[in-house]
């Protein structure tokens, strides 16, 4: 039963619920059997809790009663999503008092489709980190390589981990500068940002109210296709071919610095679309080296993180892991003029960067520099640093610029880990993004590239 289900895509699954064929007790009970606590990709793992859902999806099929597509389908959730009974420690090293066990938008929309929770996965302290180490909590092991504890890419460190473990086919996770996308294409897995206020940040720890998305990871594109429909409610088109595409390739700064094998297969990917009928054109993003530099000197964020603890969670400012507090820091001190200044510094960039990317179905990019590094080799902070900023550069500045956008894996680097492409789109323009990931996806299994575990739709 268990491997039967691994390789079935997630509409296969859905539909195979929806007749009976499968049960969601079945489903579950599958995904309990890929669970490694070695991997440590969850802070709280709850099958009991999970079996509870789990039951009362099958209940109402057997009711004839279908709620939606992830009726009966195991996911985690980010530990920094509320969920009634559960509690929410956000990388933190206490529980964060009940009120953020409060359910959001997000969460009720799952709750009503019964879909099944099967745990809360970890995340840097209050989702301030690229690389997804913890100073309080075990650090996700990177199931890529089984033989080296290597970084599982954050701030949503165990989504990416628990999607390749196999215990969720849909993790939820939040990106304010590259959280999602970056443990997914560390992870050989598909994330999605959304654009800010597609998906409502409530009953969320907020890291930065201002760049703060929901978003999600999955074994694959059409994994991820399937569950944004049923989330967002919006149809992701469905493509043969890539005539009539036009796609921009990222500036410079983008592919520079990057590890042995990274820019090399993304590049790849480039003639297959060029074959496909796709039309490729180099194109920069203005602002983006820009945005990346005051994001570098701390603004913002970390301005926006210092003042959500002070005012809301100030016991935990004297526990804070002392990287994360040092990033504070940089910021905390940001003057109002100066706050106010950068902000409309970013929303003058951004609206350049829709207005840019108007003409364009996407551009590409690397979606992260870095193959993932050994965790033995973060110990030093002045390591620590230089590595998680290179690790955020490629996605903080579209989150930053206002974009939404897709990684999904395209192959192994020099080192034998996955390689992410990143495809960075106009606001609002998350349906065409998976369309032409899924494209991608489709053209890459032909040639044995790289294919997702379960067979595509």
Request: charged residues 20%; glycine residues 10%.
């Amino acid at each position: 039963m268990i491997d039967p289900i691994h390789s079935l895509s997630l509409r296969t699954i859905a539909g195979r619920l929806e007749d009976g064929t499968l049960t969601a007790r079945a489903v579950t009970e599958a995904t309990f059997e890929r669970h490694d606590a070695a991997l440590d990709a969850y802070v709280t793992w709850t099958p009991d809790f999970a079996r509870r859902q789990a039951a009362a999806a099958d209940a109402a099929f057997t009711a004839g009663t279908r709620l939606g597509g992830l009726q009966g389908i195991p996911l985690s959730l980010k530990d920094l999503y509320g969920v009634a009974g559960l509690p929410t420690y956000a990388g933190s090293p206490r529980q964060l008092p009940p009120d953020w066990s409060t359910e959001g938008p997000v969460v009720t929309l799952l709750r009503r489709q019964l879909a099944v929770i099967v745990g809360k996965t970890h995340t840097v302290e209050f989702a301030f980190g690229g690389l997804g180490t913890s100073g309080h909590h075990p650090v996700p092991r990177n199931p890529r390589d089984p033989a080296t504890h290597r970084a599982p890419g954050g701030s949503s460190s165990g989504a990416g981990v628990s999607v390749v473990e196999g215990t969720a086919l849909v993790a939820f996770g939040t990106d304010t500068g590259g959280s999602v996308r970056i443990p997914a294409s560390l992870t050989g897995t598909v994330g999605l940002k959304t654009t800010l206020g597609r998906w409502s940040t409530d009953g969320i720890v907020p890291l930065s109210p201002s760049f703060d998305t929901p978003g999600i990871l999955t074994r694959s594109v059409a994994d991820a296709a399937h569950a944004f429909e049923c989330i967002d409610g919006a149809t992701v088109p469905r493509s043969d071919h890539g005539t009539e595409l036009r796609i921009g390739i990222a500036e410079p700064f983008f592919w520079s610095d990057t590890s042995p094998g990274v820019a090399e297969r993304v590049c790849e990917v480039l003639p297959l679309l060029e074959a496909d009928g796709a039309v490729l054109v180099d194109q920069p993003l203005p602002g983006a080296a820009e945005v990346f530099e005051l994001y570098r000197l701390g603004g913002i964020v970390s301005a926006e993180l210092y003042t959500f603890l002070r005012s809301t969670l100030p016991d935990w400012l004297d526990t804070l892991d002392p990287r994360v507090k040092r990033r504070m820091d940089d910021g905390k001190a940001l003057e109002a003029w100066e706050f106010l200044n950068r902000t409309a510094r970013y929303n003058h960039l951004a609206r350049n960067a829709a207005a840019l990317l108007a003409p364009f179905d996407a551009v590409i990019s690397p979606t992260v520099p870095l193959t993932p590094p050994r965790v033995s080799d973060l110990k030093q902070d002045d390591t620590y640093a230089r590595l998680n900023l290179l690790m955020l550069r490629n996605t903080c500045v579209v989150s930053f610029l206002g974009l939404c956008a897709v990684t999904l894996p395209v192959g192994l680097d020099a080192a034998g880990m996955p390689a992410g492409l990143q495809l960075i789109g106009a606001p609002r323009t998350e349906t065409k993004l998976l369309a032409i990931a899924r494209r991608i996806e489709t053209l890459l299994a032909r040639r044995d590239i790289w294919r997702p575990p379960h067979t595509l739709d």
